[in-house]
């Protein structure tokens, strides 16, 4: 009787132990980082389809999007810190509530525009410098198998996608590589966009296969994103798939472990 005794309280102190441990699982996952996959091309090179990251919930702090409504006693944002010019960030869509990840360009009160493909901030065009180019196989990509586009017009299945590679540098210094397909697309020409106060601007690096803050929500875009829908930021990547789901471990980038996000 003894030995069971001890055995049933063995179990029971094991139970309680993976009980405690989904718990404080649960709860970094909810208060600090959330993990998300990549399943489009808008941020190429800088994030594949397949990449797999945990986002930074606490960069900027507490907000609705960062803990339950049971757990925050505020219905908008604690700050920790401002968010920089350059980060990559995921944030709720304004009206879908979707996730979407992007590139930090446009803070509140700066005036954004495009003109002829350089991206210009302040009235200013931003530092550009050749990159070389970024070839992929023209194969359907992740589990939605989306078909990737090419500067290099049309091209057959399995045959070399080109873009061209360039290197951004931003104002405050903040380098990071961007594609490009063509100088003459719907959004490579565009108004002079003047961020609102306590909103934000965002673009995808894949510059021509990015719908972002360009776009009008009425279209499929994101308009301009209030500071309360920022999740968090993204700052490295933990492992990379190339296959159909992140569980097919032999397509795992071996090259993509751990990498830091530019």
């Known amino acids: 009787m003894a ?7 063995g179990v029971w102190e094991w139970t309680k132990t993976i009980v ?33 990251l945990f986002v930074n919930k606490m960069a900027y702090g507490y907000s609705r999007h ?7 006693p505020f219905s908008g944002r604690i700050l ?9 960030v995921v944030f709720k869509h ?21 003109i002829n493909g350089v991206l210009n901030i302040n009235g200013e065009p931003v530092k550009l410098e050749p990159a070389g180019q970024f070839d992929e196989a023209y194969l359907p990509q992740g589990p939605i198998g989306n078909m990737p586009r090419c500067e290099n017009g049309l091209v057959g299945p399995g045959e070399i996608c080109i873009k061209t590679r360039m290197r951004e540098t931003l104002p405050n210094g903040v380098t990071h590589d961007i594609l490009n397909i063509d100088d003459n697309g719907f959004a490579d020409n565009t108004k002079v966009f003047t961020v609102p106060e306590g909103e934000y601007f965002f673009m995808g690096d894949n510059r021509d296969n990015s719908q972002d803050s360009r776009f009008p929500r009425t279209i499929g875009g994101v308009g301009y994103v209030p500071f309360e829908n920022l999740v968090g930021r993204a700052d490295r990547i933990m492992f990379s798939s190339a296959g159909r789901s992140i569980l097919a471990f032999w397509t795992w980038r071996k090259d993509r472990y751990f990498k830091a996000i530019e």
């Open 3 to 9: 030995d069971q005794a001890k055995k049933q309280d």
């Open 20 to 52: 405690y441990a989904l718990l404080l699982a649960g709860v970094i996952r909810t208060l600090f980082f959330q993990p998300f996959w990549i399943p489009s091309g808008s941020m190429k090179d800088t994030l594949l389809i397949g990449d797999f």
């Open 66 to 72: 960062s803990c339950p409504f049971s757990m925050c």
């Open 94 to 114: 304004p009206v879908s509530n979707e996730d979407f990840i992007k590139r930090l360009i446009g803070l509140p009160g700066d005036r954004i525009q495009m």
């Open 80 to 88: 920790a810190s401002e968010p920089e010019r350059g980060d990559v």
